[in-house]
């Protein structure tokens, strides 16, 4: 009779342990996923005021700028579309800027060129591994949401579940794969 009644408080206690350690794990992925998209947002603000800064500086030709610096605007302004979608232009405006013919030959030998070029393609690849991070933190976010222990007692509570972010961020064009400034 004793026997019975302390594996039956044991069980419970090991349950009881086990279902707090699991609603724990998926606030801790929760605290991950917004840690994630802080870095995310930063990255991707870094790599705006750094492509602000090429278009600004002369390197280009008028067009370009002009189109390089509305593309960054159109990151900044979040009420009019999606960002991952102005972050996609941002990212074409780039690789358009980077591919023009000649365009290595035509800053070769001017002041601050070629570290303003490492900056913008330094930014974008922490822009690929920041949003690469991000989308595996919120897939095992998701993962540990969806097994049926977490759906049943609910260990998520009330946060929503955190959205991946995809984005065009490559500078390397699509028939090649060498980088574009190089």
Same mark, same amino acid.
Do not use: F, K, N
């Given at each position: 009779? %004793? *026997?019975? %009644?302390? %594996?039956v408080v044991a069980a419970a206690l090991f349950i009881g342990v086990y279902v707090s350690w699991r609603a724990g794990r998926i606030d801790r992925l929760h605290a991950r996923v917004d840690m994630a998209r802080a870095a995310l947002d930063a990255t991707l603000l870094r790599r705006s005021s750094v492509a602000l800064e090429l278009a600004t500086s002369g390197l280009l030709d008028p067009a370009t700028s002009l189109l390089l610096a509305s593309a960054v605007h159109g990151t900044k302004d979040i009420t009019?579309?999606?960002?991952d979608l102005a972050e996609s232009d941002l990212t074409r405006a780039l690789r358009a800027a980077f591919s023009q013919p000649d365009f290595r030959a035509s800053i070769d030998g001017k002041e601050g060129a070629d570290e303003l070029l490492a900056e913008v393609e330094a930014a974008a690849h922490q822009v690929f591994l920041a949003r690469k991070f991000y989308n595996d933190v919120v897939?095992? *976010?998701?993962?540990?949401?969806?097994?049926?222990?977490a759906r049943v007692l609910r260990l998520s509570g009330r946060a929503t579940a955190p959205e991946f972010f995809e984005m065009d961020d490559s500078?390397?064009?699509?028939n090649t794969s060498a980088?574009?400034?190089?």
């Open positions: 009779m %004793i *026997t019975d %009644i302390v %594996i009019s579309r999606p960002r897939a095992a *976010t998701r993962l540990a949401r969806s097994r049926p222990l500078l390397v064009a699509e980088p574009l400034g190089r």
